[in-house]
């Protein structure tokens, strides 16, 4: 086996080319140079894109030079070690590399001794009659020219970009609300609850209303449910109160008294029970009750209210808790 290699062009790549073929022990030259013609036809081939080419043979040449024993060399052998001398080549394989005949048949073929620095015969590979030649190529490439896209900024009309963004924009908008709603209007038309729903939304029935934080007569910030009802009930106390001259209590009694007297008072349970049903849980209300719990628990305390009701008229004193 003979293993040629040559540095030849940029890139790097291993090209093998086999010939097949056993070189016969005729000592005409002519049968060797048959071969290395046909091998050198090959490597012409490979020279314009791989920069590293390695051709195969099988020659059988030995050369007693090579093994660096006295098991004389072949006819092939000795031809090519003349070839080799014209040529200029080195052979850098020293030692055997077939136990079976004691000779150095796996060959390595450089240009310059420096291509290959470290070149090592290992024990054969499996059931090979062949030892394994182990070595380094010294490989010397260009880095690959790196391809950039650069943009031109100053040739893009960047007005009509603009104006052709905002078109596209706005007509997205258009079909958006359009199919926004076209959704609201087969959904209003499938169910009288889903119009019933926006309704309540279009009016804002469904908001919740919050007392923002109030600032009270101290200047302090009050964020608490409790206190801002205590605040509230304070300021409407003092807008409520008479800061004016004090009135003569006696205009009272210059008063006309009416002719019309109520001496007895009603109280219908349904009818205190429909109002008790009908209070807002969102209007203002005492804070130790709120309208949600006597709404919710009408028809437990509507006979203690109607009771509580009836005793406040005919006393005309709301009685204590």
């Known amino acids: 086996m003979l293993c040629v290699a040559g540095l030849e062009t940029r890139t790097t790549l291993v090209s093998i080319v086999p010939v097949l073929g056993v070189l016969p022990t005729s000592p005409r030259r002519s049968r060797i140079m048959t071969s290395l013609e046909t091998a050198d036809e090959a490597l012409k081939q490979t020279q314009r894109e791989f920069n590293i080419n390695k051709i195969c043979l099988d020659l059988n040449a030995h050369h007693r030079l090579w093994s660096n024993n006295n098991v004389k060399s072949t006819k092939a052998g000795e031809v ?20 079976v005949s004691g000779t150095c048949l796996d060959l390595i073929i450089v240009e310059s001794t420096s291509f290959v620095p470290d070149i090592a015969v290992r024990p054969p590979l499996d059931r090979s009659d062949h030892n394994f030649i182990e070595f380094k190529i010294q490989i010397l ?25 905002a078109e596209e924009f706005k007509a997205a908008c258009i079909t958006t609300k359009e199919d926004y709603y076209k959704k609201i209007n087969s959904r209003v038309c499938a169910s009288s609850k889903n119009w019933w729903s926006l309704v309540k939304n279009t009016l804002g029935r469904t908001r ?15 964020v608490d449910t409790r206190e801002k009802i205590e605040t509230l009930n304070e300021y ?22 009416s002719k019309v007297s109520i001496n007895k008072f009603t109280v219908v349970q349904p ?16 804070p130790e009750i709120t309208n949600r719990m006597i709404k919710n628990m009408a028809p437990s305390i509507v006979k203690s209210v109607c009771k509580l ?4 008229f005919e006393t005309s004193v709301f009685p204590e808790i």
Request: with cysteine.
């Open 271 to 286: 009818e205190v029970e429909k109002i008790l049903r009908s209070l807002d849980h969102n209007r203002a209300c005492a």
């Open 236 to 257: 409407f106390a003092e807008v409520c109160t008479w800061r004016g001259p004090i009135i003569d209590s006696k205009i009272a009694d210059c008063l006309p008294e």
């Open 208 to 222: 919740t209303t919050v007392i923002p934080a109030l600032l009270n007569s101290m200047n302090k910030i009050v």
């Open 80 to 99: 090519f070690y003349e070839f080799l001398e014209e040529e200029n080549l080195y052979q850098l394989v020293r030692g055997v590399t077939t136990n």
């Open 309 to 312: 009701i009836y005793e406040s």
């Open 141 to 165: 490439s260009s880095k690959e020219k790196i391809k950039r896209t650069v943009y031109d900024y100053n040739a893009v009309d960047w007005e009509k970009q603009y104006e052709k963004a």
